[in-house]
C-alpha cells in the first residue's frame, strides 16, 4: 500500500504572498480592512480572516458603500477602473495581486497602447481574467475555445497579441495557438501561463497514470483545482475532488494499492496533510 503526494501541492507563490499580506495587514493595520473578493480561492482560507475582522467585498455596489479604511486587492488582480475608483475614494489600497498576474497587466496595456489587439486565452468569468481585460484596452477579447476564436473577426489584419490566464491547461493554450497563428499572420504569443501551474500540471498527471486512485483536494471555486481534476481524471477514472476531509469518503480506497495526492494552488498545507494521514491510517 502506498500513497504519493506531489511536491508541488498547495500555496503557490503567489498565493502565500497574498495569504500573509493580508495576516500582515490584521497585525499592523488600525481601522477596518477589507478583500476586494476572496482574497485567494479557498472557503477555509477565508473563514478564518473573517473571523479576524477582515469582510470580503463582494461585489462593487459593496465597494461603492465603504468610505475609508483599507481595502486589499486579491491575488486574481482587479481591473485598472476599480484602482481609479479606490483612489478617487481616498481608500488605502494594499496590492496583493500574484506578480505573474500583474506582469500581464503591464503586458497588455503596453501592448494595447501600441495598437495591438488583445486576445487572451482563459476563463472569461475568472476574476483574474477580468482583472486582465481590464488593463487591455477597448480592442480586445476573451477566448476558451475553437468556438470562441471562430467568432472572432481576423479580416481586419489586426497586430494581435496573445496572452493567457495563469492557471489556463498548457495542452490546451498551445492548441488554441496553434488555430489562432493560423488565422493571423501578425501575432506575437506571449506564454503568461505560471511556470508552477504547468509543473503542477504535469506532476498531477505523470502521478495520476501510475496510480489506482487519485484525489485532488481544493476549493470547487479554484480554476486551476478544476483544471487538476481534469488531467487527472483523464489519466486516472478513480479521482476523486475534495475542499477538505469531510468531502472524501474513505471506504471507496478501501481495495486499491496506491493513491496519489495532488492540491490547487489556494490549498493550505494542513488540509493537504490532513487528508494524506488519514488516507494512510486505512491501508
Given at each position: 500500500?502506498?500513497?504519493?503526494?506531489?511536491?508541488?501541492?498547495?500555496?503557490?507563490?503567489?498565493?502565500?504572498?497574498?495569504?500573509?499580506?493580508?495576516?500582515?495587514?490584521?497585525?499592523?493595520?488600525?481601522?477596518?480592512?477589507?478583500?476586494?473578493?476572496?482574497?485567494?480561492?479557498?472557503?477555509?482560507?477565508?473563514?478564518?480572516?473573517?473571523?479576524?475582522?477582515?469582510?470580503?467585498?463582494?461585489?462593487?455596489?459593496?465597494?461603492?458603500?465603504?468610505?475609508?479604511?483599507?481595502?486589499?486587492?486579491?491575488?486574481?488582480?482587479?481591473?485598472?477602473?476599480?484602482?481609479?475608483?479606490?483612489?478617487?475614494?481616498?481608500?488605502?489600497?494594499?496590492?496583493?495581486?500574484?506578480?505573474?498576474?500583474?506582469?500581464?497587466?503591464?503586458?497588455?496595456?503596453?501592448?494595447?497602447?501600441?495598437?495591438?489587439?488583445?486576445?487572451?486565452?482563459?476563463?472569461?468569468?475568472?476574476?483574474?481574467?477580468?482583472?486582465?481585460?481590464?488593463?487591455?484596452?477597448?480592442?480586445?477579447?476573451?477566448?476558451?475555445?475553437?468556438?470562441?476564436?471562430?467568432?472572432?473577426?481576423?479580416?481586419?489584419?489586426?497586430?494581435?497579441?496573445?496572452?493567457?490566464?495563469?492557471?489556463?491547461?498548457?495542452?490546451?493554450?498551445?492548441?488554441?495557438?496553434?488555430i489562432i497563428k493560423k488565422k493571423s499572420y501578425d501575432i506575437i504569443v506571449l506564454n503568461t501561463i505560471c511556470n508552477a501551474t504547468k509543473e503542477r500540471q504535469t506532476e498531477a498527471e505523470s502521478?495520476?497514470?501510475?496510480?489506482?486512485?487519485?484525489?485532488?483536494?481544493?476549493?470547487?471555486?479554484?480554476?486551476?483545482t478544476q483544471k487538476l481534476f481534469e488531467i487527472c481524471h483523464r489519466a486516472c477514472n478513480n479521482t476523486y475532488y475534495i475542499?477538505?476531509?469531510?468531502?472524501?469518503?474513505?471506504?471507496?480506497?478501501?481495495?486499491?494499492?496506491?493513491?496519489?495526492?495532488?492540491?490547487?494552488?489556494?490549498?493550505?498545507?494542513?488540509?493537504?496533510?490532513?487528508?494524506?494521514?488519514?488516507?494512510?491510517?486505512?491501508?
Open positions: 500500500m502506498k500513497v504519493i503526494k506531489a511536491k508541488t501541492a498547495g500555496f503557490c507563490f503567489g498565493v502565500k504572498r497574498a495569504v500573509d499580506t493580508v495576516y500582515e495587514q490584521v497585525d499592523t493595520c488600525s481601522g477596518p480592512i477589507y478583500t476586494y473578493g476572496p482574497i485567494i480561492h479557498n472557503e477555509e482560507v477565508v473563514k478564518d480572516m473573517e473571523s479576524k475582522g477582515v469582510v470580503v467585498l463582494r461585489t462593487e455596489e459593496e465597494l461603492d458603500d465603504i468610505s475609508g479604511g483599507t481595502v486589499i486587492i486579491r491575488s486574481h488582480g482587479v481591473e485598472k477602473r476599480i484602482y481609479d475608483k479606490l483612489e478617487a475614494k481616498g481608500i488605502r489600497i494594499v496590492d496583493a495581486t500574484c506578480p505573474f498576474v500583474k506582469k500581464i497587466h503591464n503586458i497588455v496595456q503596453k501592448e494595447s497602447a501600441a495598437g495591438k489587439y488583445i486576445l487572451i486565452i482563459g476563463s472569461p468569468d475568472h476574476p483574474e481574467v477580468i482583472g486582465i481585460r481590464g488593463w487591455a484596452g477597448e480592442h480586445a477579447a476573451v477566448v476558451q475555445n475553437t468556438d470562441d476564436i471562430e467568432n472572432i473577426d481576423f479580416s481586419k489584419n489586426r497586430n494581435i497579441c496573445v496572452v493567457s490566464q495563469t492557471t489556463f491547461n498548457y495542452n490546451k493554450f498551445k492548441d488554441l495557438v496553434e502521478i495520476a497514470e501510475s496510480v489506482d486512485a487519485m484525489i485532488v483536494i481544493g476549493d470547487k471555486h479554484s480554476s486551476n475542499q477538505t476531509l469531510d468531502d472524501l469518503d474513505l471506504n471507496q480506497l478501501g481495495s486499491v494499492e496506491t493513491v496519489g495526492i495532488t492540491a490547487g494552488a489556494s490549498t493550505p498545507n494542513n488540509i493537504i496533510e490532513e487528508v494524506q494521514n488519514n488516507v494512510r491510517i486505512i491501508f
